[in-house]
């Protein structure tokens, strides 16, 4: 026999595992539109956040500049700092934050939507009685009356003029307290 040297098989070879030039450039905008999601947050949030000090400057600078060119380029250099912060922490915390508006949202809509029913019917209010026993009924049926009066007077109100509302904010402030979990306000 020969010794003749066998070609090596795929196996042999050591696997490039560098990413592509595409998805280098991919990685680069979205860190880029992260950026711009953080210079579009209001202070508060942007302190609770766990950012480096010249990367919370970079962001302080941006949010302060108004013209066009100038603030590309800081959008720009905030990307480039993002490339040593921990992306994924603050994808995190941002996507938190927005289904955390989301639900309460949601929370907000269902409050008003027992608020018009507790105004339209009382077998609503037996029902939030039977939920919540430690209520004060007298109180929360003085709400809701002065609210259906403010309605009707309301709709009596000639046209042009601003309508009250106090009573009705009134009722959503008192349903505001009550201790509902997730749906039952349904």
Do not use: C
């Not at 639900?103 to 608020?115: F, G, P």
């Not at 309301?154 to 349903?175: D, S």
């Amino acid at each position: 026999m020969h010794d003749t040297p066998q070609p090596a098989a795929p196996e042999d070879f050591p696997e490039d595992r560098r990413p592509s030039k595409s998805q280098v450039k991919r990685d680069m905008h979205a860190l880029l539109d992260l950026g711009r999601e953080l210079i579009d947050l209001p202070p508060a949030r942007l302190a609770r956040l766990p950012l480096d000090e010249p990367l919370r400057e970079a962001i302080a600078l941006a949010q302060r500049i108004h013209s066009n060119e100038g603030r590309r380029r800081q959008v720009h250099y905030v990307g480039k700092l993002m490339r040593h912060a921990d992306a994924a922490a603050l994808r995190a915390q941002l996507d938190l934050w927005a289904s955390g508006s989301r639900e309460e949202t949601r929370a907000m809509h269902r409050l008003e939507d027992l608020r018009d029913r507790l105004l339209d019917s009382d077998e609503v209010l037996t029902q939030l009685l039977e939920r919540f026993p430690g209520l004060d009924i007298q109180a929360l049926r003085a709400q809701i009356r002065a609210a259906r009066k403010e309605a009707r007077d309301n709709a009596a109100l000639p046209e042009g003029r601003e309508p009250a509302r106090k009573h009705y904010r009134a009722l959503f402030q008192t349903l505001k307290t009550l201790d509902f979990d997730d749906e039952t306000s349904r």
